[in-house]
């Protein structure tokens, strides 16, 4: 992680605690580089666990409805790089799917949402307006899902 962050919970209205963090093919993605577009940033637990996989096979197959809102999916799990490649390719993810495995759950901890017990993030939706505030958030426990029609009614709010 780069830049400054706060520990503890982002609140709505805050800036968003800026990070890079590499994707499943090895690339840094930088949140504060996609200042200009709206941006969802979305922690889960576990890579191809039955709820995370529910949850972004709903975003790969509803992806049209983010391009609409002109925003990018980052989605989060300290889970290591090369396993996020092999479910991304197996799952067919296009969005990033990015690795906070080392320092272990740095940017989850930043966000307040890291969980000690299994060393994974909680499910946290954050959605972020072109400047880089948080406009949205919902964050539930581990087994919780998520409902996708929240994120998007945020995003369509922002215009």
Not at 12 to 30: C, I
Not at 87 to 104: E, I, N, R, V
Request: proline share 4%.
């Amino acid at each position: 992680m780069t830049g400054s962050a706060s520990t503890g919970a982002v609140e709505v209205g805050s800036p968003a605690p800026d990070f890079t963090l590499k994707n499943q093919h090895g690339q840094d993605v930088t949140l504060s580089q996609l200042r200009g577009r709206n941006v969802v940033v979305l922690f889960y637990p576990f890579a191809f666990s039955g709820i995370c996989t529910g949850e972004l096979c709903e975003i790969r197959d509803n992806l049209s409805a983010f391009n609409d809102a002109d925003a990018e999916v980052l989605a989060i799990s300290c889970d290591p790089m090369f396993s996020l490649r092999a479910w991304s390719d197996q799952d067919g993810y296009t969005f990033s799917l990015l690795s906070d495995f080392w320092p272990h759950g740095e940017v989850a901890r930043a966000y307040g949402i890291f969980q000690e017990g299994p060393g994974a993030a909680a499910r946290g939706t954050y959605v972020i307006d072109r400047e880089g505030v948080v406009r949205w958030k919902i964050e539930n426990g581990l087994g919780d899902a998520r409902e996708l029609n929240g994120y998007l009614q945020a995003l369509q709010s922002l215009g």
